[in-house]
């Protein structure tokens, strides 16, 4: 499986971007998929999952009513949506998969799967 996330650039604080998370080789079927971010200086950091499993959706607070995860119906891509951006969201987004459970889907440690990232830029 290889992952192939797209969509970052630079915005205005305010504004919205989407990001897309590719798969190839395999739809991702009943899989869990996340995004990541790591910002200059910091460790990487989680921000939303989506488990095909059972359809739940996961989130850090500080982006909760701000993003939102989705997938589109053949199960080979997988949207961040992200409106209301603030400068501290500047950073590299990494989408991240994996097969099994639903369970600590925070922890990047759990992910087999990663795309090479896109930079998102909120300027201020």
């Known amino acids: 499986v290889q992952l192939q996330a797209s969509g970052g650039g630079l915005v205005q604080a305010g504004g919205s971007l989407r990001l897309s998370c590719a798969s190839s080789?395999?739809?991702?079927?009943?899989?869990?998929v996340a995004w990541f971010r790591q910002a200059p200086g910091k460790e990487r950091e989680f921000v939303t999952a989506?488990?095909?499993?059972?359809?739940?959706?996961y989130y850090m607070d500080s982006v909760k009513g701000r993003f939102t995860i989705s997938g589109d119906n053949s199960r080979t891509t997988v949207f961040l949506q992200m409106n209301s951006l603030k400068p501290e969201d500047t950073a590299v987004y990494y989408c991240?998969?994996?097969?099994?459970?639903?369970?600590?889907?925070?922890?990047?440690?759990?992910?087999?799967?990663w795309g090479q990232g896109t930079l998102v830029t909120v300027s201020s």
């Open positions: 080789g395999r739809p991702f079927s009943s899989w869990a």
């Open positions: 991240a998969a994996r097969a099994g459970a639903t369970t600590a889907m925070w922890s990047s440690s759990t992910y087999n799967y």
């Open positions: 989506l488990s095909w499993n059972d359809g739940r959706t």
